[in-house]
């Protein structure tokens, strides 16, 4: 379902989707998800296998902001004291009959293995972010093609400058590309040595210096902070570099959605 999309038209509350748990799972009381007002979370079974559901309206729109938030936030909680497979956001089945029908029993086995795999197990994510002033000293000084377009720009309308103003992009953006490809290679091999899987994301913006997703054993995950202090110090004041988790294991599991 795209963003602000709403759930399927009917009278009574349908079934939202979280992910996928062993059937052994207990949900907190207390618990609730998505929604105004958030109804509880609870586990639909079968088997050995389970699924993490919450009620919602069927006109109720789905996208919102802290929709988002909270999908992550129940299946990052739910990984730090079971495994737990995402579905992406948006799941929705008529009822409880239906999760059983067209997402656990045909689909029992797939995911019983993949929890398996997953037992003991969470998410980490690496990201570094460059200190913009910093790398631009980098490219400038590495590059003397970029200095010698400052200068020429420097201090000159922009309408005359034109070319020159969007070569030094172009540049600086093709510098910025190699430059993340390097670190992120560092990261990969600063987290390879502690880490069961290792997956490099795509950059989501200009500034990004790097993001690794790390599936790791949870009773390592001081192993990580360790590994990546080193990186940290030496990238002092040019990459500022920040650890995210325990997760879900969002990077490392491909799980069908309802209907797929």
Do not use: C, N
Not at 50 to 59: G, K, Q, R
Not at 137 to 165: F, H, N, Q, Y
Not at 203 to 219: F, K, N, Q, Y
């Amino acid at each position: 379902m795209s963003e602000q999309e709403s759930a399927p038209d009917g009278g009574g509350p349908v079934v939202y989707v979280y992910g996928l748990v062993p059937a052994d799972v207990e949900v907190k009381e207390d618990a609730t998800g998505i929604g105004s007002p958030p109804r509880p979370l609870k586990t639909v079974t079968h088997d050995d296998v389970a699924a993490l559901v919450s009620e919602i309206d069927p006109d109720a729109p789905l996208g919102s902001s802290d929709d988002l938030r909270t999908h992550a936030a129940v299946l990052d909680a739910t990984a730090t004291v079971a495994p737990v497979l995402p579905l992406r956001f948006g799941a929705v089945l008529t009822d409880t009959d239906a999760v059983v029908a067209e997402l656990l029993e045909p689909y029992r086995d797939e995911f019983h293995e993949a929890l398996e795999q997953l037992e003991g197990m969470v998410q980490f994510v690496v990201k570094g972010k460059y200190v913009e002033d910093a790398i631009l000293r980098e490219v400038l000084s590495e590059e003397p093609e970029a200095g010698r377009l400052r200068d020429a720009i420097r201090d000159k309308p922009e309408d005359a400058t034109r070319d020159e103003r969007l070569a030094l992009g172009e540049l600086i953006s093709r510098a910025f590309t190699g430059k993340r490809e390097q670190d992120t290679r560092r990261i990969v091999e600063a987290v390879e040595p502690v880490a069961a899987a290792v997956s490099a994301r795509e950059p989501t913006d200009d500034e990004g210096a790097g993001s690794v997703a790390v599936l790791i054993s949870a009773d390592r995950a001081e192993e990580l902070d360790e590994a990546v202090a080193p990186l940290i110090d030496d990238w002092q004041g040019r990459v500022d570099v920040t650890v995210t988790g325990p997760l879900a294991a969002y990077d490392f599991v491909k799980t069908r959605a309802p209907g797929t």
